[in-house]
Nanobody
Framework: VQLQASGGGLVQAGGSLRLSCAASGFTKDYYAIAWFRQAPGKGREGVACISSSGGSIFYADSVQGRFTISLDSAKNTVFLQMDSLKPEDTAIYSC???????????????????????WGQGTLVTVSS
């Protein structure tokens, strides 16, 4: 599985950005894709995740109501729409994926980084105050 993240950049506080994660190479029936971020000097944080069926979506409390994750299943591409950005959203954002033959396994997948076998390169998001 290969993941290609894009869409980072510099934006002022209150602005918006949309990140994309294009995935390819899945061999099993179901998958989940998550966005993680890591700010300078901080640990990795799960931001949002979505199942390939679209039936399971989770957000971190810190982004709930401001970020929206969506899936174009025909293209295996996940989008992260980030609105009302804050300086504390500044981080390197990475997408990660896991796949399974079990739908239930995918539906309960959240932000445990160890559960994601495949990782894309990061894209930098900088929010200025």
């Amino acid at each position: 599985v290969q993941l290609q993240a894009s869409g980072g950049g510099l934006v002022q506080a209150g602005g918006s950005l949309r990140l994309s994660c294009a995935a390819s190479g899945f061999t099993k029936d179901y998958y989940a894709i998550a966005w993680f971020r890591q700010a300078p000097g901080k640990g990795r944080e799960g931001v949002a995740c979505i199942s390939s069926s679209g039936g399971s979506i989770f957000y971190a409390d810190s982004v709930q109501g401001r970020f929206t994750i969506s899936l174009d299943s025909a293209k295996n591409t996940v989008f992260l729409q980030m609105d009302s950005l804050k300086p504390e959203d500044t981080a390197i954002y990475s997408c990660a994926a896991t796949e399974s033959s079990s739908l239930m396994t995918i539906l309960v997948m959240t932000f445990e980084a160890d559960h994601y076998a495949y990782w894309g390169q990061g894209t930098l998001v900088t929010v200025s105050s």
